[in-house]
């Protein structure tokens, strides 16, 4: 199974300041039609996931343009580009090309 | 508005099996795969397989194989999830997530408490 690694577990931010969230995976995550399957989800408090981002970097219709992912091949990032209350949530980056495997998890929090 | 509609919560001696049902609307039902995802209490996502609601063919992951089964009714555009021989272990929120791209939309979850 393809192994997916996300850092930092917990990430503590100023409101207001950028965040950043790796996701490493333990194989390429290129799939034969030459697309990338790397999806982000935020989990708010007792809701269930919500999909912010797809196939890297596109962004899900209604999520914020403070969210954004980028990378390729095995390492990827999702980044917050100012962090706001509403922003609290835990983070799965998810890979969908052989087939399917969710990250830890990222707790993001206001300092 | 796509929505997935789930069953209530359950509880289940070890041993039992349950059965969750997760009603499609608001979308072509057939058009894309449908996932399950479970989630334990305090713990991270799990995907557990999906299934091609045009076809009924499915793919479970290992962990999973031989206890889990999907089904679906395309005439009622309802999904379901049955687990077998369930451990203490297996108390989780079980999720169902359909749509373009895959998992788009979720469902709100369904408690499973495995409990003597």
């Known amino acids: 199974d393809v192994v997916m690694t996300q850092s930092p577990v917990s990430l503590p931010v100023t409101l207001g300041q950028p965040a950043s969230i790796s996701c490493k995976s333990s194989q390429s995550l290129v799939y034969i039609d030459g697309k990338t399957y790397l999806s982000w989800f935020q989990q708010s408090p007792g809701q269930p996931p919500r999909r912010l981002i797809y196939?890297?970097?596109k962004r899900d219709s209604g999520v914020p343009d403070r969210f954004s992912g980028s990378g390729s091949g095995t390492d990827f990032t999702l980044k917050i580009n100012r962090v706001e209350a509403e922003d609290v949530a835990i983070y799965y980056c998810m890979q969908g090309t052989h087939p399917f495997t969710f990250g830890g998890g990222t707790r993001v929090e206001i300092k | 508005q796509a929505q997935m509609m789930q069953s209530g919560a359950e509880v289940k001696k070890p041993g039992a099996s349950v059965k969750v049902s997760c009603k499609a609307s608001g979308y072509t039902f057939t058009a894309y795969y449908l996932h399950w995802v479970r989630q334990a209490p305090g713990q991270g996502l799990e995907w557990m397989g999906w299934i091609n609601p045009n076809t009924g063919a499915s793919n479970y992951t290992q962990r999973f194989q031989g206890r889990v089964t999907f089904t679906r009714d395309t005439s009622i555009t309802t999904a379901y999830m049955e687990l077998s021989r369930l451990t203490f272990d297996d108390t989780a929120i079980f999720y169902c997530?359909?749509?373009?791209?895959?998992?788009?939309?979720w469902g709100r979850g369904t408690l499973v408490a495995v409990s003597s």
């Open positions: 196939q890297v970097s």
């Open positions: 997530a359909s749509g373009p791209g895959h998992m788009n939309f």
